[in-house]
């Protein structure tokens, strides 16, 4: 609110004090007035010329004395002000030297410098552990919720946009969750543990709104169905090992299931023990190698986690955090759901179409798939950029344009998601969204910058093992 | 095979007004009335119909959740036997047997201050008359979820998710540091 306001309330023709009270706000808030309301009605009586008694004062209300910001903040402030929520490796990343970074409420190990190191070389050493030999990264924060009754398949079909009925149990698949306007809202990795009992993963930030949006249609349209959901996100700490040397740190402390040959393939499941310890086992992948995902009761977290860090000491585990994490999947093309989606992304923008239950009557989301604008050609859709020169990493967020022309008009025709120095490729990598992207493969785009526009090489999306056979190990 | 993995559970120091319990076995069970009839035999406890109401029979306690939905909280040692008396007394029932045991750490709050403290978080009246012994409910702490039981006129038990206790601790000592607790 200034004075400009004021004034231009008093053009509109705004003549009474209490109207421009109520159109701008002014001698609203915690001080009812008390410190700009002289000054705002010396402008209202010099806009109308008037005096002050002539122009009036507004009415109000309690607090009739100044209030400090502190006594309405109260405790909200500090460490109070928000709930910080750790998990059960928390103190050993403090003691592993871990930076921080907040997801949510969440702190979550961003990466692990080594003295001397900053977070660029951090995560080169990072991501080349996970590439070469074996990485150790805490993935508790993830949303877990448990789908559990005879119902739990029709629940899930009728939900996210996949087939489930096919999914036999001990199996995993990729599960994508649209809101009812068709856009994609979450993702994650679903798992069947028994006929009528799953473990749905969701992305660590729409864990609440997943579990909420499950509750509404339960409670309000699918009463029929005989199905319950019970959140289980701090029931399991997850401990992800990823890596080609990842069976080998595992093979001596896991009982029960059997690691080598084909008994638990990639996107699996199994129950088993890790250090006597009863877990659920996931051989799932979100770094593009072979790679475990172990769930443990939370409070072994810890300790499970550092009998796999003295273990993978002869294999070269590394931790990694979550800035390698972004790297390793933006390698491989993997979206982020919130960074690479922004709510108004179909799952065919983001190159998602084939996990779509073809032969499914209905789904949440379904019937606006195929409304006009949501089929049009000239859709933004996911694409790999490479920059020249190579070594420049673009900026996340950055316009794309289809010429290099610094002035305008110059018409977006799309804009980067996720940008890094790969230090699998060596070079800067990013994921765009492109209007009609698919079809401008190998075409030069730009993105223009303050220095200039920077020339991007329109490639597909996945930048390391197209084939995806690194997975299977 | 490598030695056994140690149980950790969130620290907190105990105050003379607040301490942390033993870990336990926790089952959320969700089902119709023949569910929760058929689950007292396993369990040993009869659960209320009465809602928000806390049934305790030695060491094992039902509390009513919802109209479909009773928390099942027994001493950690009997997690195992008691998930597979459980299934195999409702097999035949639809239902879901869900174990959170390590989702959630349960507080006892006490002392003469303790309807105070929970009072400036919490929006619920928990005076004796509104909220008597036996009483437990979902609600809020501030800006943390918690399950909320009164076990003894002095004292209330606090479930809160484990990543959440320091917030809630933090949160209640701020309260009761004001009041001389």
């Known amino acids: ?473 | 095979m490598a030695e056994s993995a140690q149980r950790r559970g969130p620290v907190v120091a105990e105050r003379q007004w607040l301490r942390v319990l033993e870990p336990a076995a926790r089952f959320t069970l969700r089902g119709g009335p023949d569910v929760m009839a058929a689950s007292a035999t396993a369990f040993g406890v009869s659960p209320s119909s009465a809602a928000c109401r806390a049934v305790v029979q030695g060491q094992r306690a039902a509390l009513w959740l919802g109209p479909d939905e009773q928390l099942l909280i027994a001493p950690a040692s009997e997690a195992d036997p008691l998930r597979t008396a459980l299934e195999q007394a409702l097999a035949s029932l639809p239902h879901s047997l869900v174990e959170v045991s390590h989702r959630q750490v349960a507080l006892e709050v006490r002392g003469s201050y303790v309807e105070t403290i929970l009072s400036a978080y919490c929006p619920l009246d928990v005076d004796a008359r509104a909220f008597p012994v036996g009483m437990c409910t979902r609600t809020v702490y501030s800006k943390a979820d918690i399950l909320l039981w009164r076990t003894a006129p002095g004292a209330f038990r606090v479930e809160v998710w484990r990543s959440l206790t320091d917030y809630v601790v933090n949160l209640m000592d701020a309260v009761a540091s004001e009041l001389g607790a």
């Not at chain 1, 088993?272 to 659920?280: D, H, T, V, Y």
């Not at chain 1, 982020?336 to 992304?345: A, L, R």
Request: aromatic share 8%.
């Open chain 1, 1 to 473: 609110m200034t004075t400009r306001d004021l004034a231009l309330a008093s053009r509109e023709g705004f003549v009474s004090v209490e109207h421009v009270k109520r159109y701008t706000t002014t001698g609203m808030a915690t001080d009812q007035g008390k410190t700009s309301n002289l000054n705002a009605l010396g402008v209202l009586a010099a806009g109308a010329a008037k005096t002050i008694p002539e122009i009036g004062l507004t009415t109000f209300r309690m607090p009739y004395t100044p209030v400090t910001f502190g006594t309405l903040a109260g405790h909200s402030r500090g460490d109070l002000f928000d709930p910080v929520r750790t998990t059960s490796t928390h103190a050993w990343a403090v003691a592993h030297g871990a930076v921080f970074e907040d997801v949510g409420m969440w702190k979550r190990a961003r990466y692990f410098p080594k003295p001397g190191e900053d977070m660029h070389a951090a995560v080169l050493r990072e991501c080349r552990a996970v590439r070469e030999s074996c990485g150790l990264f805490d993935a508790s924060t993830l949303g877990k919720i448990e789908v559990v009754g005879p119902d739990a398949v029709e629940f899930l079909n009728r939900l996210y946009i996949n087939a489930w009925n096919s999914l036999a149990v001990g199996r995993t698949r990729y599960g994508i969750l649209l809101r009812d306007d068709g856009y994609v809202y979450d993702d994650g990795v679903i798992a069947r543990v028994a006929n009528d009992r799953f473990h749905v993963t969701t992305t660590t930030g729409g864990a609440a709104r997943v579990f909420a949006m499950m509750e509404d249609y339960l409670q309000t349209e699918w009463t029929d169905l005989k199905v319950w959901i019970t959140s289980t996100t701090e029931q399991w700490a997850v401990i992800a090992v990823q890596g080609p040397r990842s069976r080998d740190v595992l093979s001596g402390l896991v009982d029960g299931v059997e690691l080598a040959g084909k008994s638990i393939p990639h996107m699996s499941v199994a129950r088993g023990r890790i250090c006597g310890i009863p877990m659920l086992l996931f051989r799932v992948s979100f770094s593009g190698e072979m790679g475990y995902e172990i769930n443990v009761p939370a409070d072994y977290g810890q300790s499970v986690w550092e009998k796999i860090w003295a273990a993978g000491q002869a294999h070269g585990i590394t931790a990694y955090g979550t800035e390698s994490m972004h790297v390793l999947r933006a390698e491989k093309g993997y979206i982020i759901v919130g960074q690479d989606t922004d709510g108004t992304v179909t799952p065919d923008d983001v190159g998602l179409s084939w996990a779509i239950g073809k032969n499914k009557e209905d789904f949440v989301g379904k019937r606006s798939l195929v409304r006009p604008a949501m089929l049009a050609k000239d859709r933004r859709q996911l694409v790999g950029l490479l920059s020249e020169p190579g070594s420049t990493v673009l900026e996340e967020g950055a316009q794309i344009t289809d010429n290099s022309r610094h002035s305008p008009p110059v018409r977006p025709i799309g804009h980067v998601t996720s940008s890094y120095m790969s230090p699998t490729l060596g070079r800067g990598i990013a994921l765009g969204l492109v209007k009609g992207g698919r079809g401008r493969l190998g075409q030069t785009l730009y993105v223009p910058m303050p220095g200039g526009a920077i020339p991007v090489k329109v490639v597909a999306p996945v930048f390391h093992d197209p084939d995806g056979a690194r997975v299977h190990g």
